[in-house]
């Protein structure tokens, strides 16, 4: 074997960052990871020490084969790094779908229109401001928009609200008739695809990414539900209130189209796999997982006094 391909993988302590890092480290890369040492480094990584708005020369000392730009959330970030870095080989960005207008036509294509999302605002934007920074500095960039990203590590209270309620045997409040539909991503597809993409270079440099299938939200409430052997008892909410005070998501429905990206992953992992992957680890990492006050919000406002505590 050749010498291990050298990958700098910003963050690395966080859900995608962090999970990235695991995940190249475990197949033998050497990767370091860039952050300012406040956290448990996963193990196998080689730390950079420092804050990435301002690390100095520490990183142009080191020629990477890849870097995987996972927490660059607007212009400056992208500057900060690309000015900080030596030499380097594939740089792979992960954008968000929050880039595309709600208003603009759906599935959203890699062409279409970037402009503020309503429901996203200055995240999205930013966003878009990132992708700009960097085409203009490294012009062969990869750029990934990927939805709403799942499975172990992920600290954000999305499934792990619906497993609280599982486990619980708590009645869901389910928004409308429970037709809006998501479209998720596992975050060990989004390695694979990175993975593709430091080793082959293909020729899309800017791809949608996610499964090819989205489900409703009561397909998913069952599915994460059914992690704990559970069935939900639904009480359908119709009343004019905003949706993220009781769930995990806005009340915006849209679906990319990932055609591109399929061409490189064709198969991507089984949304009720990655539910049970996301369980196991919740059950032994509960801690790690920033709560929103949903259930409390549901005891005081929408639940019968017969089923307060």
Same mark, same amino acid.
């Given at each position: 074997m050749g010498k291990a391909m050298k990958i700098l993988v910003t963050g690395g302590t966080v859900?995608?960052?962090?999970?990235t890092?695991?995940?190249?480290?475990?197949? /033998?890369?050497?990767?370091?990871v860039l952050n300012r040492g406040t956290k448990e480094q996963v193990p196998g990584v080689t730390?950079?020490?420092?804050?990435?708005?301002?690390?100095?020369?520490?990183?142009?000392?080191?020629?990477?084969?890849?870097?995987?730009?996972i927490t660059s959330y607007n212009g400056d970030d992208i500057a900060d790094l690309t000015d900080a870095l030596g030499t380097f080989g594939t740089y792979v960005f992960i954008s968000s779908s929050a880039v595309y207008p709600e208003t603009e036509m759906q599935p959203f294509k890699?062409?279409?229109?970037?402009?503020?999302?309503?429901?996203?605002?200055?995240?999205?934007?930013?966003?878009?401001?990132?992708?700009?920074?960097?085409?203009?500095?490294?012009?062969?960039?990869?750029?990934?928009?990927?939805?709403?990203?799942?499975?172990?590590?992920?600290?954000?209270?999305?499934?792990?609200?619906?497993?609280d309620c599982a486990k619980a045997g708590r009645k869901f409040?389910?928004? /409308?008739?429970?037709?809006?539909?998501?479209?998720?991503?596992?975050?060990?597809?989004?390695?694979?695809?990175?993975?593709?993409?430091?080793?082959d270079k293909p020729d899309e440099h800017i791809m949608n990414v996610g499964n090819a299938e989205s489900v409703t939200v009561k397909e998913w409430?069952?599915?994460?539900?059914?992690?704990? /052997?559970?069935?939900?008892?639904?009480?359908?909410?119709?009343?004019?209130?905003?949706?993220?005070?009781?769930?995990?998501?806005?009340?915006y429905e849209y679906a990319l189209d990932v055609s591109k990206m399929r061409r490189l992953l064709p198969v991507t992992k089984d949304l009720k796999e990655g539910l049970h992957e996301c369980a196991i680890w919740y059950d032994e990492n509960e801690s790690e997982v920033r709560k929103k006050p949903l259930i409390g919000y549901i005891d005081n406002n929408l639940a019968d006094r017969r089923e307060r505590p």
């Open positions: 859900f995608v960052s962090r999970f890092a695991k995940y190249f480290a475990e197949r /033998g890369y050497d990767v370091y730390l950079i020490k420092c804050d990435r708005h301002d690390p100095g020369d520490l990183l142009k000392e080191h020629v990477f084969d890849a870097v995987l730009d890699e062409e279409s229109k970037l402009a503020e999302n309503k429901f996203w605002g200055r995240y999205g934007t930013d966003k878009i401001a990132a992708e700009k920074a960097l085409l203009e500095r490294v012009p062969d960039a990869y750029i990934l928009r990927p939805p709403y990203l799942y499975g172990p590590m992920n600290n954000v209270y999305r499934e792990a609200f619906v497993f409040y389910l928004p /409308g008739d429970g037709d809006m539909k998501l479209q998720f991503f596992h975050v060990e597809d989004l390695c694979r695809l990175m993975e593709i993409i430091i080793n409430v069952d599915a994460c539900y059914e992690c704990f /052997g559970k069935k939900p008892s639904y009480e359908n909410v119709h009343a004019d209130i905003e949706q993220r005070l009781y769930f995990s998501f806005y009340n």
